[in-house]
């Protein structure tokens, strides 16, 4: 099997911010869903599939209480994020060049994290990568933590899939009807944003 497994690495990932994936932004999905966030005076915090980089490396930034680690398989995403990281001095962010399936299969020493975040990554990996993902969610998502997926508009079957994939580990985690405790939202671009309580 190719390293990509289906990811097509011929052009760089976008370099932006999502703000949809801050601790604040997902608490308040959490709130007014009536679920108690956890606490962001300290946390833990993992971003799967980071591509450029630039929201774990804000996140580190702007939330210095938080112990952050981001993990993308692509060699030169993580290259051109460490150079930030050591350039802007944020010892609370960890960066690390691993798949999914070394992440989930507990190959990496990883803390239980408060809050697991990515950006479009179910939308458009296969259904072997996205088990792999629900596994990780699984094994290192703290009870009460926080998970989010935004997934993107142009791959509708794929979308509902992995957004019903994150819902059955809601219900899963919590022993309860797969609705409950899931917050979802469409902002003005098309795009869903969902936000889950384990």
Known sequence: MNWTAGYNTSVAYANSYHHEQSPTFLNACLVMQRVSPPSIDKFTY???GFGQGLTALILAATHPNGDFYACDFNPLHVLAAVSVRDEARLPNL????NDFGELAQGKVELPQFDYITMHGI???ISDETR???VQFLRRYLKPGGGRSGRLQRDDRLRSSNAASTLADVGGQTRGRDVDEGVGACQDASGYRRVAFSA
């Not at 960890?94 to 060049?97: H, S, V």
Request: some cysteine; glycine content about 0%.
């Open 46 to 48: 993992c971003e799967l």
């Open 94 to 97: 960890t960066l690390l060049e």
């Open 122 to 124: 179910l939308s458009w």
């Open 131 to 133: 088990a792999q993902i």
